[in-house]
Structure formats: structure tokens, C-alpha cells
């Protein structure tokens, strides 16, 4: 469940000075990135995917040109075993297209999570279709579940909605902001409210690093407390990221 944390924009490239010494702006170029990476706890939408535990994370990500993108990621996880399943692994795949309107940009897509052999009587693996408009250091996105949610009784039409900011602190420094809520279709009790407050650093040469607090309303209902252990609660989550 690639928090998504979405994808980044393609970067525009300045042109060369023309024979008249005007700047141009150059198209888009295609990019073909990598990521690798290990975080304390695996949250997603403020639920630990990894009972608490660190988790090693790693993907790709190609966006081309006209503003299609393709991409895969992957984590360990702990809470199919925890609820009964035999899956260690979450692959996630997803594709989009990416596009401006004057200073509003707009992310559309769709996005696989894929838990190989979950063997959950309601199988974990879950299709979502979202859509993001960003403007200025706000971005607002809407995930709809095409399918039955992680493992959610009769929860197709699931949805989660979330606002988040990308503050610029300087000297290579971020902070984001967050609230999100997730609807569970049918399933009232498992709906919830999730909050974090995100510092990162740029360390250079594509190494990077946060440190996030995050916290959730979730009941401490059987799901939310797998091994006996509440994972939505309140905890301080740090990562470390190489991309290249």
C-alpha cells in the first residue's frame, strides 16, 4: 500500500539559449527511477502493515513524457500471517496519467495491491482507481475501491479520502502535513480517521530521510489488533531512502 506518498512530477528541463539568445523551455523528458529503502514501522493510512516492526522497502517508477506513468513497489508486512493468512510480501502495481490545468495539477490512476498466496477467506488483494488535484503546497486525493478492501467483507465502493501540504522548510528540509479518512463499505466499525505530521531531509545523492507521527481514531476491534497488538495507535516513525 504505497502510501501513497504519489508519485513525483516529471521535472521540466530548461532548453539551451536559441540563436536570438531567448530561453526555451525544453519538453518533458522520459525517466526510468528506482528506490530502496527501510522504515521502523510500516504504516499505511496510519495502520501498521507490520506489527510495529521495521519493514525494507523497495520499487520503480517510469513516467514518460506525455504524462503516463507506470510503476511497482514493495514491502514486508506481518498482518495477513497476523489475521490468519500466509502472505509476508505486499507488491503493489500501479498507472496514471499526470497533467496541469494552469496552477492546478491532477493525478489520475489505478493501483493493484497484490498479496501473493494470502489465502485470506476474503482474499486481501485490493483495486482501487483514485484522482489528486494539487495547488500550491495542497494536494486533496480520492482513492474508490473497485473491488472488495484488504480483505473486507462485501466491501466494494470502499473509498479514502485525504488532504495533505508539502511544506518547502529550506536548507533541504520538508514538512507534510496530513489528514485522511477511510470508509469502509459495510463494515462501519473499521471506518476511521488518520492524522501524521511529517519532517523530512535531503541528504544529497539521492538519500533521504523522515521522521513522522502518526496516529489513527481505529477501534481496537479484532482487526486493528492482530497478535494482540493495537496497530493504529500513536507512534513516531522513522525512514531512510536511496533513490536513483
Avoid at 513522522?212 to 486493528?224: F, I, M, P, R, S
Amino acid at each position: 500500500m504505497k502510501k501513497i506518498f504519489v508519485p513525483s512530477l516529471i521535472a521540466l528541463a530548461l532548453g539551451s539559449v536559441s540563436g536570438l539568445a531567448q530561453a526555451q523551455a525544453a519538453a518533458p523528458e522520459s525517466s526510468l527511477s528506482f528506490n530502496v529503502g527501510a522504515v521502523s514501522d510500516y504504516r499505511y493510512r496510519g495502520i501498521s502493515q507490520s506489527r510495529l516492526k521495521p519493514a525494507m522497502q523497495g520499487g520503480f517508477d517510469y513516467a514518460d513524457k506525455s504524462g503516463f506513468y507506470v510503476g511497482a513497489w514493495a514491502s514486508g508486512i506481518k498482518w495477513i500471517k497476523d489475521v490468519g493468512g500466509d502472505a509476508s510480501v505486499e507488491v503493489d502495481l500501479y498507472g496514471g496519467y499526470k497533467g496541469a490545468v494552469g496552477d492546478v495539477a491532477y493525478d489520475v490512476g489505478f493501483l493493484r495491491y497484490e498479496y501473493p498466496s494470502n489465502k485470506l477467506a476474503v482474499s486481501a488483494n485490493t483495486s482501487e482507481v483514485y484522482g489528486a488535484v494539487t495547488m500550491g503546497p495542497a494536494t486533496l486525493k480520492y482513492s474508490h475501491a473497485v473491488s472488495n478492501l484488504f480483505g473486507f467483507t462485501d466491501s466494494k465502493n470502499s473509498y479514502y479520502l485525504d488532504l495533505s501540504g508539502t511544506f518547502d522548510m529550506g536548507n533541504g528540509f520538508s514538512l507534510v502535513p496530513h489528514v485522511g479518512y477511510q470508509s469502509v463499505k459495510n463494515n462501519g466499525a473499521f471506518s476511521y480517521t488518520d492524522y501524521s505530521l511529517t519532517l523530512g531531509k535531503d541528504l544529497g545523492n539521492g538519500l533521504s530521510a523522515t521522521a513522522a507521527l502518526v496516529g489513527t481514531d481505529a477501534d481496537k476491534a479484532a482487526y486493528y489488533t492482530p497478535a494482540g497488538k493495537f496497530t493504529g495507535k500513536t507512534g513516531v516513525v522513522v525512514g531512510l531512502k536511496y533513490a536513483f
